[in-house]
């Protein structure tokens, strides 16, 4: 029994000593030996998004399809926007499936130390975990688009008789631009997060700053509804690419210029870089402030 | 209660006006007992308000700017990108002012659902009628109301500045836009007795509320006139109140497209039996409340 609980503890490993520096990697190797804290964050934080209510986890798939439904009638009904040869229920899909792993997971990323207010005081670990495991409930919004998408292109195979997914290669790429999404929106939660917990300012003017943000990303209609002079300017953005791509691994689109993915991915890779680096001036300072 | 009336304190009949005494039944002795305890009206909505903007910086500042978001984003979609008609009158105006009537119905009624359910540590330590609760938690609706009429004022005078024309007919046709207000107050506080009672112990009565007010918002002509539903659905409307009403607000404001007469007065209709049919269900469930906690 000795043995074991000696070898199970191991003190030397988990003192904690002052930190000098900006040291990146052992930053990274440290969140990871406290890898089994995401499970427990995460987990809590998805259990808040039905807390009291009397149809529980039910919710959990409900919620997303209304934004689907009205956006179906909406843009591809009264608006007629023109889908470019698929049905527009998917491409809404499809656009949504792409955009929802970046404005969930940021909101919610965004809530990990206002939701761990009483913990962060009183424990240490590394708090990179906590934007990164509060990430989890807006991953149920993506999910439950995909599942959508796939029933949707199952009922036009089998109504229609035709396949509106591209099968090829390049389809296995779409779940990599997936999590290029995911990773500028965990990159974007490291920085708001520190100042979400102070004022919750940050989590309106985010909600505000997305709702535009939707409409300057191509998600609700073709890239091709914008006039070819101004095109360019659009690939600016870095979701642009990431959900044009996306689409294109799926439908088969024309794929957007070749310079248009780099300069997304460099432009993810400087906000990382910021935000991380940032994450740690401010950490220590925004722990104590709470 | 009584050392707040300096006027009255320490006479007997200030006291007997706050002893505490069994509940009078009946619809008008409730009415009474609300006015009685009306300064609760501003002490709950001033709760509400403090709920709503804690641990924000801006703090006040947000009850300001929040309302022009929402209109700013549907202009920027509907007015530029898709170029809704809107009967002669410049889309900006048009939407501001449908958006007045729309906003204060959705915002009243999403703040009365939640009435009951953040205001409960009050009710478990003092007494106070349960049905000021989801009259007192309206406060910030009023507030963005009035913003909404101050943007509108400034919008009226911009057009009236570069185009020389302000829009706005304002006459006798203004008491439509009085006469849908109050009966969107109506409205509001009959759907809220229901969805409040239900909200104070479900989360599920937000979300379903969030969700059909955004339906109904859609199903509303404030994004596009009336005149552009199709005519096989235009019948329909007639089980939309709010379609009447939004019409009839903007008709006080513009003084062109007068709304049916017919239409409005089964709105008004519905409005009122709402709010009847709200109050007696709401008074049911207060006094099992009532009688559950003593």
């Known amino acids: 029994m000795a043995g074991a609980a000696v070898a199970v503890h191991k003190p030397a490993k988990w003192v904690l000593t002052k930190d000098h520096g900006f040291h990146p990697v052992a930053r990274v190797k440290e969140a990871w030996r406290y890898r089994r804290l995401v499970a427990f964050f995460a987990s809590q934080a998805f259990s808040s998004l039905y807390k009291k209510t009397q149809l529980g986890i039910l919710w959990v798939p409900l919620r997303p399809l209304v934004p689907l439904l009205i956006g179906t009638v909406v843009y591809g009904g009264l608006m007629n926007i023109p889908s470019t040869g698929v049905p527009y229920f998917l491409l809404l899909t499809v656009g949504f499936l792409a955009w929802n792993c970046f404005d969930g997971p940021w909101m919610w990323g965004s809530r990990g130390f206002e939701l761990n207010r009483d913990l962060i005081t009183k424990l240490y670990f590394p708090r990179m975990i906590l934007p990164l495991s509060t990430m989890v409930p807006g991953f149920v919004e993506p999910t439950v688009n995909l599942a959508v998408a796939l029933t949707a292109f199952i009922y036009y195979r089998v109504h229609e008789g035709v396949w509106y997914i591209q099968w090829g290669p390049r389809l296995l790429l779409a779940p990599l631009f997936l999590l290029a999404i995911l990773f500028l929106a965990f990159s974007l939660a490291l920085a708001t997060s520190l100042y979400q917990v102070r004022a919750r300012d940050v989590r309106f003017i985010i909600g505000y700053f997305l709702g535009f943000w939707m409409y300057l990303t191509p998600v609700i209609y073709p890239v091709t509804l914008i006039p070819l002079q101004w095109r360019w300017l659009v690939w600016f953005n870095p979701m642009a690419p ?30 990382f870089a910021a935000a991380f680096w940032h994450f740690h001036v401010m950490e220590s300072h925004t722990a104590d402030k709470v | 209660m009584s050392a707040a009336r ?24 409730t009415a009474m007992e609300v006015w009685q305890y009306r300064r609760f009206v501003n002490f709950l909505g001033a709760k509400s308000f403090r709920k709503l903007y804690a641990r924000t910086i801006l703090g006040w500042t947000w009850v300001l700017v929040a309302p022009l978001f929402p209109v700013l984003m549907n202009l920027l979609v509907f007015g530029v990108l898709v170029g809704m008609t809107s009967e002669g009158i410049p889309y900006f105006l048009f939407l501001m002012v449908g958006n007045l009537a729309w906003e204060f119905f959705a915002s009243a009624l999403m703040w009365s659902t939640r009435g009951l359910e953040m205001h409960r540590k009050v009710i478990d330590q003092v007494y106070v009628p349960r049905v ?16 909404n009429v101050t943007v509108t004022v400034c919008v009226v005078i911009y ?5 020389g024309t302000p829009y706005v007919s304002i006459g006798w046709n203004t008491l439509w836009s009085v006469a849908s207000l109050a009966l969107i107050v109506s409205l509001v506080l009959g759907i809220g007795m229901f969805t409040s009672v239900w909200g104070e112990t479900a989360r599920d009565a937000r979300f379903t509320m969030g969700n059909a007010v955004l339906i109904w918002f859609l199903m509303t002509p404030v994004l596009y006139p009336t005149s552009q539903v199709p005519v096989e659905y235009q019948k ?17 404001f513009f003084g ?8 409005f007065a089964i709105g008004a209709a519905i409005a009122v039996g709402v709010l009847a049919a709200g109050l007696v269900f709401f008074a049911w469930r207060s006094e099992i409340e009532e009688t559950a906690v003593a």
């Open chain 1, 242 to 271: 990431l959900v044009e791509e996306f689409k294109a691994a799926i439908f088969g689109f024309p794929r957007p210029p070749a310079w248009a993915l780099p300069l997304a991915l460099c432009e993810i890779a400087v906000v």
């Open chain 2, 6 to 29: 300096p006027q009255a304190a320490g006479t007997p009949q200030s006291l007997a006006l706050w002893s505490n005494e069994p509940k009078r039944p009946g619809p008008i002795a």
């Open chain 2, 132 to 147: 000021i609760l989801p009259i007192a938690t309206m406060t910030p609706a009023v507030f963005t109301f009035l913003i």
């Open chain 2, 159 to 163: 057009y009236w500045v570069t185009d």
């Open chain 2, 236 to 252: 329909w409307l007639v089980l939309n109140p709010m379609a009447s009403f939004v019409e009839a607000f903007k008709y006080g």
């Open chain 2, 256 to 263: 062109t497209n007068p709304p049916d007469p017919m239409r």
